[in-house]
Each structure stands twice: as C-alpha cells, then as structure tokens.
C-alpha cells in the first residue's frame, strides 16, 4: 500500500512537470527551444491564486495561461526581431521573473514569505466509481482533480497532434531543416510562432496546478520544476509519450526525496537534492549513450 501511495504521489508530483515539457517539445520540434519554463511557470502560479482569490478557479486558470503565454512569446518576438540569442532571452526571463514575483508579493500581498488566500474555491476532485470495488486501483487511478486531468487529456492530445496531424510534420520538417521547410513553401515564423503560444499556455497551466490546490503562494514555489520540465524535453526526445515516462521518473524522485526526510537524519538540503543529482546523473549517461553512438 505504501508503494501504490508512492507512486500516486509521483503522478501528480510529475504532471506539472510534463505538461511544461510537452509545451517546451513544441518549441524544439520548432528548432527553437524556450529555455524560460521556469520564470512562466513561477509567474503563473502568483497570477492563478491572485486572481482565483479576487474572482474564481476559471478565470484564475484562463489568466495563468494567458500571461504565461504572452511571456512565452515576448521571448520569441525579441528573438526574431531583435536578433538576441534565445537562450540568454530564457535565462534572463527566469532571472527576471524570480525577482518580479517578490516585488509583486511584497507591493500587492504585503510579504516576501509564504501567502495564504482563504476564498479561493476548492478544485473539483473526479472519483471514478467502477473502482471503488479494489482499494489499490481506486488509490493508484481515482481522486485526481479537474486540473490534473486536464493536463493528461492535454499530453494525450498532444501525442496526437505531434504524430498524427500535418502540423505536427510540419513541426517536425521545420525543426530539421528550415531551408527545407523554406522550400516547401512552410509559414516558418507561423509556425514557431504557434509553438511558443502552445509552450506559453502550458506552462501556465502547470503554474496553476502547482498554486491553486494549495491555495498559496511562496517565491520560488516551482522549486526547479521548469529546468526538470526542460531535462524531460530533452531527454525525451521528438515524442510526448517518451516525454511524459521521464517526467514520471522525474516526479518518483521527488516523491521519494519528500519521504525519505522522515526517515534519513540527512540535512533537508541534501535529501530534497536528490531530483537534481539524478537529473544531472541521467543527464550525464544519456550524453555518453550519444557519443558511443555516433563513434
């Protein structure tokens, strides 16, 4: 039973992860990575609480998305018309947005610390009843809320869409070669375009999930949840599916380094560690694999 609550633990502790690096593998299908998943993610979750406490869960969603989104594609705008390098733009977004969610905390909430909002609505929660029969089923696939399920429904469609549909060819011709996709008559700014709209709209939901069922808010809440997000893009390659399976690996170790705190008589620092030292192990393997290969 305690293996079943494990791993329920770890699919939820991986959904924010995975629908932020199914909106990262947009932009790199695009051949142009947006590296600033974790400032969007931090900006989103201050946004989804702020507004679900002034006016409701929808419009708080709606709007983490919506900010998300126009960041994700202010990113785009000062890479394509301003010719600065993409990456320094992502760094330089999280950079900025780490500090702008404090002076925003502190101008309209009044602290730097942990937040608490009292009025905001509870997220719906589905419980599946055909497995109420069997504890372990009802305990590993039941009792997911509205937003988690969306995210799941979002990374299934998204698998679709990458695999199945001319725009994810499209995606994926352009991401290979932009003089082809020239020559085939492709929008190539359209396309990277919309890329980053999807990245942006992502990552907003995955801010959402992180603040809205906690109903607070703390600086540096994503805890490197973006720059997780964007090991499990990497790492898993051109598909969502292999995306998704890294982000669960990715949240299992989370899950265990929360747990094992009661247990090791380590310092919090280093336990809670552990995601970082196993992302930059598997990191590491996965680069080798990649050299071995090509010699």
């Known amino acids: 039973m305690i293996l079943i609550q494990l791993l329920r633990a770890s699919i939820s502790s991986a959904l924010p992860i995975a629908i932020a690096a199914v909106g990262a593998l947009y932009t790199q299908l695009a051949g142009k990575l947006n590296i600033a998943i974790e400032g969007l993610m931090l ?63 502190s101008t309209i909430l009044g602290s730097k610390g942990t937040v608490f909002f009292e009025n905001i609505q509870k997220i719906p929660i589905i419980r599946a ?5 069997n504890s372990l089923l009802q305990a590993m696939f039941s009792g997911y809320n509205v937003l988690e399920l969306l995210a799941l429904s979002l990374i299934v469609v998204s698998w679709l869409v990458v695999r199945k549909t001319p725009f994810g060819l499209r995606l994926r011709v352009l991401g290979k070669s932009e003089t082809v996709a020239s020559h085939l008559g492709l929008n190539v700014n359209g396309i990277r375009l919309a890329s980053f709209v999807l990245c942006g709209l992502f990552c907003g939901l995955a801010g959402a999930m992180l603040s809205l069922p906690l109903g607070l808010f703390v600086t540096g809440m994503t805890n490197n949840r973006g720059w997780l997000a964007l090991v499990a893009t990497v790492l898993g390659g051109e598909n969502p599916s292999t995306v998704f399976i890294v982000s669960l690996v990715l949240g299992l170790t989370m899950s265990l380094s929360n747990r ?30 990649k050299t071995v290969r090509r010699s």
């Open 129 to 133: 009843r055909f497995f109420e029969e």
């Open 260 to 289: 094992l705190q009661i247990f090791l008589k380590l310092p919090a620092e280093i336990v809670l560690s552990l995601p970082l030292i196993l992302t930059l192990c598997v990191v590491l393997f996965h680069n080798i694999l």
């Open 43 to 105: 900006l989103s979750c201050f946004v989804a609480v702020y507004v679900a406490n002034r006016i409701g869960l929808f419009i708080a969603v709606l709007s983490a998305m919506l900010v998300s989104c126009l960041i994700s594609v202010v990113v785009w705008l000062l890479h394509k018309y301003l010719m600065t390098n993409i990456f320094v733009v992502g760094v330089g977004i999280n950079i900025l947005t780490s500090g702008f969610v404090v002076l925003l905390s």
